[in-house]
C-alpha cells in the first residue's frame, strides 16, 4: 500500500515562491522515480519535475530555471521549491511515484498565483 500525501499549496501572487511537500508511506528509495505533476480544468495532466531513485532530475521546460524538485530519504519526503510563479502555474498539483510499472498519486493540492 502506497499513500502521499501532498501539503505546502496555497494562494500567492505573481513572483512569490511556494514550496510543496509530498510525504509517502514508505521509503521513498522504494520508488523508481516521483515526481509533480499539475492540472488545469483546461489541460491534461502534465509534468512539471521528476527525480528518480539515481537522483537524475528532469523539468518542464516552463519551469526550468524556477522550479527545484529535490527529496529526503530521511523524512520520506520530496519537495517541489517553485520561485517566481506566475499566473500560469496556477494549477492543482499532484504528487506521484513509479513503482514496478505501477503509479500511485496524491490527492493534489492547489496553486493558486494572483496577478
Known amino acids: 500500500q502506497v499513500q502521499l500525501v501532498e501539503s505546502g499549496g496555497g494562494l500567492v501572487q505573481a513572483g512569490g515562491s511556494l514550496r510543496l511537500s509530498c510525504a509517502a508511506s514508505?521509503?521513498?528509495?522504494?520508488?523508481?522515480?516521483m515526481g509533480w505533476y499539475r492540472q488545469t480544468p483546461e489541460k491534461q495532466r502534465d509534468l512539471v519535475a521528476r527525480?528518480?531513485?539515481?537522483?537524475?532530475?528532469n523539468y518542464a521546460d516552463s519551469v526550468k530555471g524556477r522550479f527545484t524538485i529535490s527529496r529526503s530519504l530521511l523524512a520520506k519526503t520530496i519537495y517541489l521549491q517553485m520561485n517566481n510563479l506566475n499566473i500560469e502555474d496556477t494549477a492543482v498539483y499532484y504528487c506521484?511515484?513509479?513503482?514496478?510499472?505501477?503509479?500511485?498519486w496524491g490527492q493534489g493540492t492547489q496553486v493558486t498565483v494572483s496577478s
Open positions: 514508505r521509503s521513498i528509495f522504494d520508488f523508481n522515480a
Open positions: 527525480i528518480t531513485r539515481g537522483n537524475d532530475v
Open positions: 506521484n511515484a513509479e513503482m514496478w510499472g505501477n503509479d500511485y
